[in-house]
Nanobody
Framework: QVQLVESGGGLVQAGGSLRLSCAAS????????MGWFRQALGKEREFVAA????????YYADSVKGRFTISRDNAKNTVYLQMNRLKPEDTAVYYC??????????????????WGQGTQVTVSS
């Protein structure tokens, strides 16, 4: 079993930055693809970013491309999401997830095997 714990959320003004962390325990996730998703109040969970097991490939939703950066430190069993130039529409609960099979459909929730409990990000205008 893998436990994922997100941290780093909070309240920030529009244009500001936050760095989310996702610490894994129970098993190394160094061979897993990892993703970040978010869910705003009353909306479905949506893909934000994903990273391959090696960190060599990264993927982003169009809405965050150029503003967010996903990275990982396999030695620390941790994945990060650097969020810059935040907008009010980025307000959501952010979840990290682990895909054991590291498949191609990184943008869908169904392929992920483990999820964290989420961290709230609120961007004020």
């Amino acid at each position: 079993q893998v436990q994922l714990v997100e941290s780093g959320g909070g309240l920030v003004q529009a244009g500001g930055s936050l760095r989310l962390s996702c610490a894994a325990s129970g098993r190394t996730v160094s061979s897993y693809a990892m993703g970040w998703f978010r869910q705003a109040l009353g909306k479905e969970r949506e893909f934000v970013a994903a990273i391959s097991w090696s960190g060599g490939s990264t993927y982003y939703a169009d809405s965050v491309k150029g503003r967010f950066t996903i990275s990982r430190d396999n030695a620390k069993n941790t994945v990060y999401l650097q969020m810059n130039r935040l907008k009010p529409e980025d307000t959501a609960v952010y979840y990290c997830a682990a895909d054991v099979d590291s498949g191609s459909y990184y943008y869908t929730t169904q392929v992920y095997d483990y999820w964290g409990q989420g961290t709230q990000v609120t961007v004020s205008s």
